[in-house]
């Protein structure tokens, strides 16, 4: 197999390393594409492609996420990760630590960790990889990893909610929750949500966005029965699909332009979180960007009464 075909089989891998440890599709897919110059540019080949791939992928998203923070500290409103639509790898032996790794929910959680922190748990809890490849990934001795994955799993599991919903429920929980929405019915809406539920939109200062998150059945319900019908009338579609590997739908406007994504958060039978990604930048690889600030002026002309 010639170096271009190892790489190309384990895109996919390195590539679902980055995304987790950035939360980001395009810083993720240039981590992979300078890991393939480091690689090709390599004197000698390595005994294994996949531990120096994985190993090279990591240490360049680590110097990626730590120039990051500083970005997201200055970031306008909350920040969500950029939405992903699938994953490109695969593993059935791994296939429940990597959906679970994948969720907006997790992705926000890592981001709690320090980026040595959330290096050693993706390579080790999520990939399964061995302390000494983690060792070598992260440049760190095996017993300084097991103490950085000690930590990890510690703020992981403090964040985790003590109940989740099987796939089957959500998919159910999430068609009668767009349904409800489609049609505007607060009453619909309210009993799918949990007392506290929290509606987070992530505009970045580049589209227009919700002022605060909003919290409480209640308010949600209504905030949302109240979107769907000035959508509507300016032919803002949504169709329902996976959003990092929960329910979710992207919206576009009338010539089939992405105005936002949005992913559902479903805990012991209702929704806890609902979760809008609809800063541009974040939404280009998802197909070709709506112009928010148009629809949304959009909206308002057809809100005023007619004179």
């Not at 950029?82 to 981001?111: G, T």
């Amino acid at each position: 197999m010639s170096e271009v075909e190892e790489f190309e089989e384990l895109r996919p891998l390195l590539f679902s390393i980055a995304y987790r440890i950035l939360g980001s599709v395009g810083e993720a897919e240039d981590a992979v594409q300078e890991t393939w110059l480091r690689f090709d540019g390599s004197p000698a080949r390595p005994r294994s492609a996949k531990a120096f791939l994985a190993a090279a992928v990591t240490r360049v998203s680590i110097d990626v996420l730590r120039s990051a923070r500083v970005r997201r500290e200055e970031y306008v409103g909350p920040w969500l990760p950029e939405p992903l639509l699938a994953d490109p790898y695969e593993d059935p032996a791994r296939a429940a630590e990597l959906a679970d790794s994948v969720s907006m929910a997790a992705l926000l959680l890592l981001e709690r960790l320090s980026p040595l922190e959330r290096a050693v748990f993706v390579l080790r809890e999520v990939f399964g990889f061995g302390f000494d490849e983690v060792a070598t990934a992260v440049g760190r001795s095996e017993a300084a990893c097991r103490q950085l994955l000690v930590r990890a799993r510690r703020h992981m599991e403090a964040g985790r909610p003590r109940f989740e919903a099987v796939r089957k429920e959500r998919e159910e929980l999430a068609s009668r929750f767009f349904d409800a929405f489609r049609e505007g019915d607060v009453d619909g809406l309210r009993e799918l949500l949990a007392a506290d539920v929290s509606m987070v939109g992530d505009g970045g200062g580049k589209a227009p966005q919700l002022a605060r998150t909003v919290v409480g059945a209640g308010n949600v319900a209504r905030l949302l029965a109240s979107v769907s019908p000035r959508l509507a009338r300016v032919d803002v579609t949504f169709e329902p699909h996976e959003i990092n590997g929960e329910p979710g739908a992207i919206f576009r406007d009338r010539d089939g332009r992405v105005l936002h994504t949005l992913a559902l958060d479903a805990l012991d039978g209702r929704i806890q979180t609902i979760r809008s990604v609809i800063n541009p930048d974040k939404l280009g690889h998802v197909g070709p960007v709506a112009d928010a600030w148009a629809i949304d002026r959009e909206v308002r002309r057809a809100r005023r009464p007619a004179r």
